[in-house]
């Protein structure tokens, strides 16, 4: 048997979704559902690329919706995240214990949980990464996308919440 350290960043991911869904779960209540994710998308020549292919289902879904007449010059905006370290762990407070229906834990807890999701995180992840928040990317009430650049490989980690 594999440990952890050796698996297969598929494995890995497999893994760190696994604890996004139960915190998503732990989250969610009466309607309210929430949804954390991390998958890898299609790396293509450029990051404009790479996040405008990636989203392109959203706009088809908006297209058929008739959430949006025009189809011309649809493009999803973002934007690059400085200090992703800082973003990143402001967004796990957010997403894992400010949500309206988040359990109550004490500090020891959160900090707990913070630790699992960031070690597993970093275990994907080995180097300094590039990171973009996207925009208008998502059809979720309230959403964080963020798409991670690592050595030419793309992921995007989202956080959601729908009724």
């Given at each position: 048997m594999q440990s952890f350290f050796n698996n297969s960043i598929d494995e890995k991911l497999s893994n760190l979704n696994s604890f996004l869904e139960n915190m998503s779960n732990?989250?969610?209540?009466?309607?309210?559902?929430?949804f954390y994710s991390i998958q890898r998308i299609q790396a293509k020549n450029s990051i404009d690329e790479t996040i405008q292919n990636?989203?392109?289902?959203?706009?088809?879904?908006?297209?058929?919706?008739?959430?949006?007449?025009?189809?011309?010059?649809?493009?999803?905006?973002?934007?690059?995240?400085?200090?992703?370290?800082q973003t990143l762990s402001q967004e796990i407070n957010h997403w894992f214990f400010q949500m309206e229906f988040s359990p109550k834990y004490d500090e020891h807890e959160r900090g707990s949980l913070k630790h699992h999701f960031l070690n597993s995180?970093?275990?994907?992840?080995?180097?300094?990464?590039?990171?973009?928040?996207?925009?208008?990317?998502?059809?979720d009430i309230e959403y964080t996308d963020l798409v991670i650049e690592d050595h030419r490989n793309y992921y995007l980690l989202h956080f959601g919440w729908c009724d």
């Open positions: 732990n989250n969610s209540g009466a309607n309210c559902y929430c990636e989203f392109q289902s959203f706009f088809e879904w908006m297209i058929e919706n008739k959430k949006i007449k025009n189809q011309s010059n649809l493009r999803v905006t973002y934007e690059k995240i400085d200090d992703f370290s995180f970093n275990k994907i992840f080995t180097s300094e990464v590039n990171a973009w928040r996207v925009l208008d990317g998502s059809y």
